[in-house]
């Protein structure tokens, strides 16, 4: 018997890196959440203490800042790809660079019904994200970009049901042929390749979803989300599969009082907790291979 090191990887998580440009009085601002990570052979550092071949994780926090005076910033892709190839060219024991990227974005306070040079207003649609694996582990360079958006939280008050499902004894479940349908979207999209126009091909696949949800009549949340995902794959070559995460906020009719107060569909409660959680996966079946495109992307099945 030996025990020996297993897989391990190292970086500074959640850098939130805020960047001005303010090369006249109407200032913009970016506003990122920058993860980084090396992977490779990383065994002394671990094993015996010697950290001859570690980048520390304050210069990788420093390159992360460092990169964001790029003029322009650019789409997060870019900006996550050219920092993890950076990464990966100072630190010859990595054979892998992840850095991980969420956007919040600002949209400028209008005033008398024009945008402030230089304040802003939280958007709450929806963050954007992207995940660069570059991945020298193999005989050639392999590079993913995953990018997606969370936390995209959408309703619909009617075209929604769910019935004709298995049922037992502990069934309680009334069918129903109409219903709420909400959710908080987690979609994520591997690209085929990298040259593509992110922030065109994201505004696109982000109001894509949201049109399908609006329109797809639904049997049911799984049924919405593989339509979602066909209309991504159909309209969108650079897209090669895309997953889904979808906590089903559940709305339930409310039994009024007094007794004999009628509710067709008016008051719900929100429940919270517990909740249905439908996760799936969207994809061409000769998209080019994943390899580590998903490995530690949370809610990836
Ligand atoms: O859209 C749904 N999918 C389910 O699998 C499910 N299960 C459940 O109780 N409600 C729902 N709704």
């Known amino acids: 018997m030996a025990i020996v090191l297993g897989p391990n990887q190292y970086g500074k998580a959640e850098n939130r890196v805020v960047r001005v440009i303010r090369d006249s009085s109407r200032h913009e601002i970016r506003d990122l959440n920058v993860s980084t990570s090396l992977r490779g052979d990383f065994h002394d550092a671990h094993v015996t203490g010697d950290q001859a071949a570690i980048l520390p994780t304050d210069t990788q926090k420093n390159a992360a800042f460092a990169f964001a005076k790029a003029k322009p910033l650019g789409a997060i892709e870019d900006y996550a790809l050219n920092l993890a190839e950076h990464l990966l060219a100072q630190t010859p024991n990595a ?36 995940i660069v694996t570059v991945d020298d582990s193999g005989p050639a360079r392999a590079v993913h970009v995953v990018s997606g958006i969370e936390h995209l939280t959408v309703a619909k008050t009617t075209g929604s049901e769910f019935r004709g499902f298995l049922k037992d004894e502990y069934t309680t479940l009334p069918e129903t042929t109409d219903r709420i349908l909400a959710t908080s979207l987690v979609a994520r999209w591997r690209y085929a390749g990298t040259d593509v126009d992110w922030d065109a091909t994201h505004a696109a696949i982000k109001a894509l979803l949201l049109e399908r949800f609006a329109t797809i009549y639904s049997r049911a949340l799984q049924q919405t989300l593989y339509g979602m995902g066909e209309a991504v794959l159909e309209a969108h070559p650079a897209v090669a599969e895309i997953k889904f995460s979808a906590p089903n906020k559940h709305h339930f009719l409310v039994t009024l009082l007094p007794p004999g107060t009628e509710n067709p569909g008016e008051v719900f409660i929100a429940a919270d907790r517990p909740y249905g959680l439908i996760e799936a996966s969207v994809v061409r079946d000769d998209a080019p291979d994943a390899g580590s495109a998903w490995s530690a992307v949370p809610a990836a099945c």
């Not at 990227?101 to 963050?127: A, K, L, M, N």
């Open 95 to 130: 054979t892998g660079a992840r850095v991980s990227v969420e956007e919040y974005e600002w949209q400028r306070i209008q005033v008398g019904g024009v945008g402030h040079d230089h304040s802003f207003v939280r958007d709450g649609q929806g963050t954007r994200n992207t």
